[in-house]
């Protein structure tokens, strides 16, 4: 085979490349020789993606739930890949930002319209049998979910509404964290002793939660749009796009779970908890907690009818 001046310069550059990290350009070429070919399937890991879905019951529709829930994760997983690359950016453009943005909204878009599968996709029967098995697992425990929104917004917005006025940039991440919005759904109302539910999920990720929270305080979501020019803050479609990724995460998909959650859970007389035992209704329902990223891009009205 001829030796196109091409192939030279490519060879050339494998040289350059693998001299300036100290590594020998022959030992890598003869590598190639006894390499495999890529397959889909090497790539992609189908194998071992489609040996992680493992059933508690005989139940065939607890396979959805699985799956379902794993997707979530898998598109979790997508958001924060993004949200990492543009809050990690030190200055961004409007233009790297906006791109980033949009991104992230088209995630959780798939994600508000693919409740149905879950809501329209499993027999109540199935569901109320298979249920009890997971208890008490629950949603609340996804720790992707929770470093989404320590990466949107200030922590003051995540805060129980009932205790935002108590706490500023100056209270301990430690204290904070006490006083999530979310940290009510995990404890006894009366005696504020927290479940097992939530000392598991704290057990487990409560450090890198503090880390985060300390990490993202100034390179937030928010902090960043704080950082573009003033009038680009003013641009009428950026603001409307961070209106909807606002809306999209906080009302939009929350509601699209509730739904699906109220159809199953309200489908029997009878005990009508989570399977965690959290008041799933005022922890989900957006209207009690005022769960919002972007206060300062609503007016009063919107903010006193958030979620009605």
Not at 213 to 236: G, H, S, V
Not at 297 to 308: A, I
Request: aromatic share 14%; hydrophobic share 35%; with cysteine.
């Amino acid at each position: 085979m001829e030796i196109t001046p091409k192939i030279q310069e490519q060879l050339n550059q494998l040289h350059e490349k693998f001299e300036s990290i100290n590594q020998n350009t022959s030992t890598h070429l003869e590598g190639l020789l006894w390499s495999k070919p890529i397959t889909y399937w090497d790539y992609i890991q189908t194998d071992a993606l489609l040996s992680l879905q493992t059933q508690r019951t005989t139940l065939p529709d607890e396979m959805v739930f699985v799956m379902y829930h794993q997707v979530n994760e898998l598109l979790f997983k997508m958001i924060l890949w993004e949200m990492d690359q543009l809050c990690h950016n030190e200055k961004p453009t409007t233009v790297y930002f906006t791109e980033k943005l949009g991104r992230i909204s088209r995630y959780f878009d798939m994600l508000t319209t693919s409740f149905d599968i879950m809501k329209d996709g499993m027999e109540p029967e199935q569901y109320l049998k298979f249920r009890n098995t997971l208890t008490p697992a629950s949603g609340f425990q996804s720790a992707q979910y929770r470093l989404i929104e320590f990466s949107s917004t200030d922590l003051i917005n995540l805060i129980d509404n009932r205790f935002r006025a108590t706490i500023d940039r100056n209270t301990p991440y430690e204290h904070a964290f006490e006083h999530l919005y979310w940290q009510a759904a995990g404890k006894d109302y009366h005696t504020g002793e927290k479940s097992y539910l939530i000392l598991e999920f704290e057990r487990k990720y409560k450090k890198m939660f503090l880390n985060w929270m300390e990490e993202y305080n100034t390179i937030n979501l928010w902090r960043k749009f704080k950082q573009l020019p003033e009038a680009d803050q003013q641009n009428p479609e950026l603001v409307a796009a961070m209106r909807h990724y606002d809306k999209t995460v906080n009302i939009t998909w929350v509601m699209g779970h509730f739904n699906a959650a109220k159809k199953y859970i309200e489908s029997v007389p009878g005990n009508h908890e989570a399977t965690g035992g959290s008041d799933w209704k005022k922890y989900m329902l957006p209207k009690y907690q005022k769960r919002i990223f972007f206060p300062e891009l609503w007016s009063k009205e919107e903010l006193e009818n958030w979620g009605e």
